[in-house]
């Protein structure tokens, strides 16, 4: 078998499978795909690809299907899975997913039509796996596929440790050889093992930190909005980019093509010539309405604002995140014998949801020049008081 020498778990030993997967022209295209995105302007040795975390990923799922005691048919479909499990990624990972899905309906685990006619999909069959069973493991369905796409998953155990040690920042390293020796099953749900409060309590705790640190760092959100408003528009001008032929892009693509055709964005992004906060509002600043506002209502808010302002609809950008949460306070965990959500078994969860609730931010950027004008502006038309202005 070959094996591949890793920055986090040293060497990843490959199937047969996985080696013929990986020379694929789909998965070695997850190699021109930063991990981080827009992260990488803040923290600037964030340069890994989701190819690197994907090999983790499989690494992590051989352990498990290993300590599970899972082997054959259904381990080899695992694997496949784990490895292909983000080859749906459009260029710039997270940052241009709502992007794809509003205008193809896509989300980016759905690979069952991707992989249709692909070398990928030939070399699965070539090795006696099923395409289709392999999409609906990244899917995460059955109990085996709460390995790639659950509370426990691995997908999740790779990320946080492979981005806390590119970034620098200890705060997402956890102990997951730990959490993949205690993974079991139990009525169909994986769980951990009894004695593993702790553990799970690590993982949420990772999460928190790394989102508050890390994931959502205020430079990198308006970074993010930015490509995201680059990228709408991009899809939106006369030019032979399409939806498909976006999605399928690499990161460096991206680039490529909004210099070129919404510069007056794309030279920015390329630049880090970013826009600066105008305005910056907690959940108690931040009327109800507004926490809920849909796609196209932060749009028509961006136009009222850059009309009252008399700037362009391109100088403001308004970003409001989704309500905070918590998917792994889901984490089912044993205590006594019986199986718990650790949200009812840890007093910690409850802490750190307030944390990140405290740590929620309304967002209204634009350029330096004219940041205090959208300011006062956005504050009139949203009806935010005066002081979150940045």
């Known amino acids: 078998m070959n094996a591949i020498k890793d920055s986090v778990h040293d060497w990843v030993t490959l199937s047969p499978v996985a ?150 920042v200890p705060y997402g390293s956890i102990d997951h050889g730990r959490l993949v020796r205690s993974l079991r099953y139990r009525d169909g749900e994986l769980v951990l093992a009894e004695g593993n409060v702790h553990t799970a309590e690590s993982m949420l705790l990772a999460r928190g930190l790394m989102n508050g640190i890390v994931y959502r760092h205020h430079v990198s959100r308006i970074a993010g909005s930015m490509l995201e408003r680059a990228a709408e528009l991009l899809l939106s001008r006369e030019n032979d980019v399409d939806i498909d032929g976006f999605a399928r892009m690499a990161d460096h693509d991206l680039l490529v093509a909004l210099r070129e055709q919404v510069p007056e964005l794309g030279e920015r992004i390329e630049g880090r010539d970013l826009f600066k906060r105008a305005v ?26 850059a009309e009252q302002a008399g700037v362009e609809d391109t100088e403001v950008i308004v970003d409001v995140p989704q309500r905070p949460s918590m998917k792994e306070s889901n984490t089912r965990v044993v205590v006594d014998d019986v199986v718990q959500r650790l949200e009812e078994a840890s007093g910690l969860v409850s802490a750190i949801r307030q944390a990140q609730r405290s740590g929620w931010r309304l967002g209204v950027y634009a350029p330096v020049s004219e940041q205090e004008t959208v300011a006062s502006a956005a504050v009139d038309v949203l009806g935010l008081p005066e002081r979150v202005q940045a």
């Open 19 to 168: 080696a013929d997967l990986l020379d694929t022209p789909t998965v070695q295209r997850l190699r021109h795909i930063k991990q981080l995105s827009t992260v990488r302007l803040v923290y600037p040795s964030a340069s890994h690809t989701r190819f690197e975390h994907s090999l983790g990923v499989y690494h992590l799922a051989s352990e498990a299907l290993s300590h599970l005691r899972v082997d054959g048919d259904r381990a080899a479909h695992l694997r496949a899975a784990a490895l292909l499990h983000d080859v749906g990624h459009g260029p710039y990972g997270h940052q241009t997913e709502e992007v794809i899905m509003r205008r193809s309906g896509r989300h980016h685990d759905e690979i069952g039509k991707i992989l249709e006619g692909t070398t990928v999909a030939e070399t699965l069959r070539e090795h006696d796996l099923s395409p289709d069973r392999v999409a609906a493991l990244v899917r995460g369905e059955g109990d085996l596929g709460q390995l790639i796409s659950g509370e426990l998953d691995v997908d999740r155990m790779d990320y946080l440790v492979r981005d806390a040690h590119h970034t620098g």
């Open 280 to 305: 910056w509002a907690g959940l108690s600043d931040t009327p109800a309405h507004l926490v809920e506002l849909s796609h196209e209502d932060e749009r028509a808010a961006e136009r009222d604002i």
